[in-house]
């Protein structure tokens, strides 16, 4: 039982979740420490500047927030929808997420907050492109949502009831796609520094080029044949 997802999707999300679990351990590991790809803690964290007053910490709180932000916001300009589904400008905004991530490199290196802020901007934008595909949340750079579904799956499965397998799965693929990530960000740090950005740069530019020739192929298949004569 479950939701059918195409091949595309399941590599899209596994793929783009190690990107995710990379490039958040990467900006944790820097000279900010600052969490990139998600804003639960970054909220929490403002909220201690607040109460403390320690206006430089919320400055710099409040910049994240909104690079987040504006990460998605630039998702929406390109891809005007939250539903995931062959067709849209996905290698358009892997196109600028892969920019935005090879853009911070140097400015990470420089010690410069503005490196911090183009990683979450980049978070934002991936997380805001693959939203929901036939009632899955599909999100790549936390894993709340995705423990979540497993809880609840869990749930059904002490209960008797029908499990969504597919979508259990989906989410436990996530999930070791963002630790994998983890793991690879963590020792590509080590070994490069900030220049271990352009690892999931790379492969965010490649997921791109590799959704271009999928769609193009797929809709070549979809294309109607001439008439014989």
């Given at each position: 039982m479950?939701?059918?997802?195409?091949?595309?999707?399941?590599?899209g999300?596994?793929?783009?979740?190690?990107?995710?679990?990379?490039?958040?351990?990467i900006?944790?590991?820097?000279?900010e420490?600052?969490?990139?790809?998600?804003?639960?803690?970054?909220t929490?964290?403002?909220?201690?500047?607040?109460?403390?007053?320690?206006?430089?910490?919320?400055?710099h709180?409040?910049?994240?927030?909104?690079?987040?932000?504006?990460g998605?916001?630039l998702?929406?300009?390109?891809i005007?929808?939250?539903t995931?589904?062959?067709?849209?400008?996905?290698?358009?905004?892997?196109?600028?997420?892969?920019?935005l991530?090879a853009?911070?490199?140097?400015?990470?290196?420089r010690?410069?907050?503005?490196?911090?802020?183009?990683?979450?901007?980049?978070?934002g934008?991936?997380?805001?492109?693959?939203?929901?595909?036939?009632?899955?949340?599909?999100?790549?750079?936390h894993?709340?949502?995705?423990?979540?579904?497993?809880?609840i799956g869990?749930?059904?499965?002490?209960?008797?009831?029908?499990?969504?397998v597919?979508?259990l799965?989906?989410?436990?693929?996530?999930?070791s796609?963002?630790?994998?990530?983890?793991?690879?960000?963590a020792?590509?740090?080590?070994?490069l520094?900030?220049?271990?950005?352009?690892?999931p740069?790379?492969?965010t530019?490649?997921?791109?080029?590799?959704?271009?020739?999928?769609?193009?192929?797929?809709?070549?298949?979809?294309?109607?044949?001439?008439p014989?004569?």
């Amino acid at each position: 039982m479950g939701i059918q997802l195409p091949r595309w999707v399941w590599v899209g999300a596994v793929t783009l979740a190690c990107v995710g679990g990379m490039v958040n351990v990467i900006g944790y590991l820097g000279f900010e420490h600052q969490a990139v790809s998600h804003l639960t803690g970054t909220t929490s964290l403002l909220g201690a500047a607040l109460a403390h007053g320690e206006w430089r910490a919320v400055r710099h709180l409040w910049a994240m927030l909104i690079a987040f932000c504006l990460g998605a916001m630039l998702s929406g300009l390109i891809i005007q929808d939250s539903t995931l589904r062959l067709g849209r400008r996905y290698g358009v905004a892997l196109a600028l997420e892969a920019l935005l991530l090879a853009t911070a490199v140097p400015l990470f290196e420089r010690q410069q907050l503005n490196g911090a802020l183009l990683a979450a901007m980049a978070c934002g934008l991936q997380n805001a492109m693959v939203t929901t595909y036939s009632g899955a949340v599909v999100r790549t750079t936390h894993l709340s949502g995705m423990f979540t579904d497993l809880g609840i799956g869990l749930g059904h499965l002490i209960r008797g009831m029908p499990l969504q397998v597919r979508r259990l799965t989906l989410s436990g693929m996530i999930i070791s796609g963002f630790l994998t990530g983890g793991v690879l960000g963590a020792w590509l740090f080590g070994a490069l520094q900030y220049r271990a950005l352009l690892v999931p740069a790379a492969l965010t530019g490649l997921t791109g080029i590799g959704y271009a020739a999928y769609r193009h192929w797929s809709l070549s298949r979809q294309a109607p044949r001439p008439p014989e004569a």
